[in-house]
T-cell receptor, first 110, second 113 residues
Framework: TQLLEQSPQFLSIQEGENLTVYCNSS?????LQWYRQEPGEGPVLLVT?????EVKKLKRLTFQFGDARKDSSLHITAAQPGDTGLYLC??????????FGTGTSLTVIP | NAGVTQTPKFRVLKTGQSMTLLCAQD?????MYWYRQDPGMGLRLIHY???????AKGEVPDGYNVSRLKKQNFLLGLESAAPSQTSVYFC????????????FGPGTRLTVT
């Protein structure tokens, strides 16, 4: 059983469409992080959300932390081929041990 | 700055062989981590270290050992490799603190036959 469940697992969309990726858990997190990973490379941090209900924007990407700090979402507006990659959420519910979500593989078709 | 580096990049082992993966970071981070990534499983924490000379077990520690003799290096050892250890291994490091935003290396692809 994964501590962090992401949905959908795979997403293939046309350039210019909008999409939302979800990261859910039954545990409470003090913060959640979102990473993007491209083939053959390590994950790269996009953003950290800390406060329940917090919304952070990074150009066309909008990240939200749930009020109860158990879930988060990533919304991409007008997706571009450069957004293609594996999106991972991660957090530590307590202590030093980090958990990553199962990942959402996004393909944006030109 | 090189950030986080990992050696080797690729390795093929036969069942029962041993090997050590080396991770090095030049950011003066206190925390270091070893993960494995398998299809459909995301990244799973194997072992981590909160400082030089300290190590702790993560989510999937069985079959692996680690050492952190120097702050900048974190070694992952496989004493007797098994096909189930075929995976991509990532090392990461972070500062102390609540956020602990992680910086990852490029990964090591290990195949055990």
């Amino acid at each position: 059983t994964q501590l962090l469940e992401q949905s959908p697992q795979f997403l293939s969309i046309q350039e210019g469409e909008n999409l939302t990726v979800y990261c859910n858990s039954s545990s409470v997190f003090s913060s959640l992080q979102w990473y993007r990973q491209e083939p053959g490379e390590g994950p790269v941090l996009l953003v950290t959300v800390v406060t329940g209900g917090e919304v952070k924007k990074l150009k066309r990407l909008t990240f939200q932390f749930g009020d109860a700090r158990k879930d988060s979402s990533l919304h991409i507006t007008a997706a571009q081929p450069g957004d293609t990659g594996l999106y991972l959420c991660a957090g530590a519910p307590g202590g030093n041990q980090f958990y990553f979500g199962t990942g959402t593989s996004l393909t944006v078709i030109p | 700055n090189a950030g986080v580096t990992q050696t080797p990049k690729f390795r093929v082992l036969k069942t029962g062989q041993s090997m050590t993966l080396l991770c090095a970071q030049d950011m003066n981070h206190e925390y270091m981590y070893w993960y494995r990534q398998d299809p459909g499983m995301g990244l799973r924490l194997i072992h981590y270290s909160v400082g030089e000379g300290t190590t702790a077990k993560g989510e999937v520690p069985d079959g692996y050992n680690v050492s952190r003799l120097k702050k900048q290096n974190f070694l992952l050892g496989l004493e007797s490799a098994a096909p189930s250890q075929t995976s991509v291994y990532f090392c990461a490091s972070s500062y102390i603190g609540q956020l602990r935003e992680q910086y990852f290396g490029p990964g090591t692809r290990l195949t055990v036959t």
